[in-house]
């Protein structure tokens, strides 16, 4: 059984501080990365996407790929409160050719003023 | 939310009733998929389509069919729904590798 396995939280951090998201999988496999932010009540929204080992930087988020560690990370800088959601670690999985993605439970972050 | 709809957005049904969810996207994008969310699982695979009348089953589709009659429409069906299936209903699409999803269904049984 292919796994993605996130820290369910809840990560509790200080306005301004830096918030650290982390996610392993067993596939390594695995080819294409993805980080979704879900705000309660609403649908995942798709915030970072990451194919290769190293950083990816997109305004206050950075991704973060070890694909030898069979780890992902996601550093969020500067956090605000509303960043307050729930952040979803999703892994590509190509089984039988066709594209589907492995979900992990979730982190809830909160960050307090 | 990547010109995706479903429909209806909150459902309350009774047991045993068959029910019927849809998704429509507004542009010709080949693969759809349905997840269920629940607490503490995150979002899990029921069913996919990679193709109009071509869907292949995710990791919990006991229970569910699905169809895919036109690119633009994926339908969901619970044929006798159960309390179990008391969840929320996210349609995604695949766009150059990428899924993004739609609004979501409120289901509730009971």
């Known amino acids: 059984q292919k796994e993605v396995e996130q820290n369910s939280g809840p990560l509790s951090v200080p306005e301004g501080a830096i918030a650290s998201l982390n996610c392993t999988y067993s596939?390594?496999?695995?080819?294409?990365f993805f980080w979704y932010r879900q705000y309660s009540g609403k649908s995942p929204e798709l915030i970072m996407s990451i194919y290769s080992n190293g950083d990816k930087e997109d305004g206050r988020f950075t991704a973060q790929l070890n694909k030898a560690s069979q780890y992902v990370s996601l550093l969020i800088r500067d956090s605000q409160p509303s960043d307050s959601a729930t952040y979803l670690c999703?892994?590509?999985?190509?089984?039988?050719?066709?594209?589907?993605?492995?979900f992990g439970a979730g982190t809830r972050l909160a960050v307090h003023p | 939310d990547a010109g995706i709809t479903q429909s209806p957005r909150h459902k309350v049904t009774e047991t045993g009733t068959p029910v019927t969810l849809r998704c429509h996207q507004t542009?010709?994008?080949?693969?759809m998929y349905w997840y269920r969310q629940d607490p503490g699982h995150g979002l899990r695979l029921i069913h996919y389509?990679?193709?109009?009348?071509?869907?292949d089953k995710g990791e919990v589709s006991d229970g569910y069919s699905v169809s895919r009659s036109k690119t633009e429409d994926f339908l969901l069906t619970l044929e006798s729904a159960t309390s179990s299936q008391t969840s929320v209903y996210f349609c995604a699409i695949l766009v150059a590798s990428e899924q993004y999803f739609g609004p979501g269904t409120r289901l509730t049984v009971t």
């Open positions: 596939d390594r496999g695995s080819q294409s």
């Open positions: 999703a892994v590509n999985n190509f089984s039988g050719g066709y594209n589907k993605l492995i």
């Open positions: 389509s990679y193709g109009v009348k071509d869907t």
């Open positions: 542009e010709n994008h080949r693969y």
